[in-house]
Structure formats: structure tokens, C-alpha cells
């Protein structure tokens, strides 16, 4: 079946430690999207991909860095320069990103929440 | 600066009853709308969405009304059901915004049997 594969589900990390989320999609979609989500702070834009080897920042990008270099993957790397880590992660990924009605509909998988001990 | 606002942070009502979840935005250049419904450890589905050109979408028993005037959107769920209970996104995005979406804050909705 087709889907968004995110891995790990659940993922601890030491201060000062890079970590990075993997998400896989076989939708064929051409955007991916990641988002943070925060108790009572909905979900929040970190970067999104619109095309392969293309990528831009979202609403709170300090300290996360991401790459592109397939259709299907768009992994996220969490540096320890992020001040607060801890949150559960979604990624998402969408037909096409931009225009039109039902450009906005993301398919999201079931996230990897980081906990930084 | 929240563009997408779900002041409520929780709503409870009885099995059977209407579910009202609301939302607001301050962005007039949104013009598509869209609920999806979460469950703990799980990632965000989609539910049902609105354009701009309607004031209203129905799909079985959730209907979303727009007033685009007063920048409101709301989704009704009748009749509720238990497995109804789960947090209720609104987003939005628009040519703007390159199809990204703005999420609201979420409203926990739990119906009691």
C-alpha cells in the first residue's frame, strides 16, 4: 500500500547530539513537508521540499537541516544547536504544492516523537 | 503572529448530539481550507476541506461552513460518536503560500457515551 514511512517512532537523544529522522514516501508525491507538534502549538513548519534537490525554511527552521536528493526521501536532521528538541515529529507530503484546490491535502505519517534526555 | 486560530481547546458533548469545532484566520489571501483529525501517537488525517468559492461542503455526517466575510470556518459533526473523540486541526493555505498549510492550535473533542 501506499503511504509515508517515518522512522524511528520513538527516538532519545543525549544534549549536544545530532539525530536524524528518516521519512519515506510512494505516493509519488513531488512536495514534502516537515512539522513539529508542541502541546497547545498545533503543528509548526520547520522545511519543506517542493521538487528533488530543492528545498526551503519554514516557520521555525533554527536548528533543524534537511536534504532531497530523491523523490521519495526527505530526511530531517535535528543539530544540537536546536534549543528544545523535544516534541513529536510529522512529516507530510502532498501532490503538488502549489494552486488550486486540493493542493493542500497532506498525507501524513505517524511521526517519531524525540525525547532529549 | 497566529494566522489560524482554534480558540476553543477542548469542547465535550454527548453521543448523538452536534459537535461545533470553530475557526478563524486573519489572512485574507487564504483561499482553501481544511480539517483534519488527530489520534494520540498517530499522524494528522484528512477529513474534509472547503474552497473559497463555497460557503459550505458536506460529506456524510461533517459539514464545514465558510464566512469568508467574518473569516470564520466551523465543522459540524451530527450525529456525534465516540470515535468522534480525537483533536480537530483547521488549516489553511492559499496561491500565496505555495501550498503550504497553516495549522490552528487543535481542539480536543471527546463525545461521552
Known amino acids: 500500500d501506499g503511504g509515508i514511512t517515518q522512522s524511528p517512532k520513538y527516538l532519545f537523544r543525549k544534549e549536544g547530539q545530532n539525530v536524524t529522522l528518516s521519512c519515506e514516501q510512494n505516493l509519488n508525491h513531488d512536495a514534502m513537508y516537515w512539522y513539529r507538534q508542541d502541546p497547545g502549538q498545533g503543528l509548526r513548519l520547520i522545511y519543506y521540499?517542493?521538487?528533488?534537490?530543492?528545498?526551503q525554511k519554514g516557520d521555525i527552521a533554527e536548528g533543524y537541516s534537511v536534504s532531497r536528493e530523491k523523490k521519495e526521501s526527505f530526511p530531517l536532521t535535528v543539530t544540537s544547536a536546536q534549543k528544545n528538541p523535544t516534541a513529536f515529529y510529522l512529516c507530510?507530503?502532498?501532490?503538488?504544492?502549489?494552486?488550486?484546490?486540493?493542493?493542500?491535502?497532506?498525507?501524513f505519517g505517524e511521526g517519531s516523537r524525540l525525547t532529549v534526555l | 503572529d497566529q494566522q489560524v486560530k482554534q480558540n476553543s481547546p477542548s469542547l465535550s458533548v454527548q453521543e448523538g448530539r452536534i459537535s461545533i469545532l470553530n475557526c478563524d484566520y486573519t489572512?485574507?489571501?487564504?483561499?482553501?481550507f481544511l480539517w483534519y483529525k488527530k489520534y494520540p501517537a498517530e499522524g494528522p488525517t484528512f477529513l474534509i476541506s472547503i474552497s473559497s468559492i463555497k460557503d459550505k461542503n458536506e460529506d456524510g455526517r461533517f459539514t464545514v461552513f465558510l464566512n469568508k466575510s467574518a473569516k470564520h470556518l466551523s465543522l459540524h459533526i451530527v450525529p456525534s460518536q465516540p470515535g468522534d473523540s480525537a483533536v480537530y486541526f483547521c488549516a489553511a493555505t492559499g496561491s500565496g503560500n505555495t501550498g503550504k498549510l497553516i495549522f490552528g492550535q487543535g481542539t480536543t473533542l471527546q463525545v461521552k457515551p
Open positions: 521540499s517542493q521538487i528533488v534537490n530543492d528545498f
Open positions: 507530510a507530503s502532498s501532490i503538488r504544492s502549489s494552486g488550486g484546490p486540493n493542493t493542500g491535502e497532506l498525507f
Open positions: 489572512n485574507s489571501m487564504f483561499d482553501y
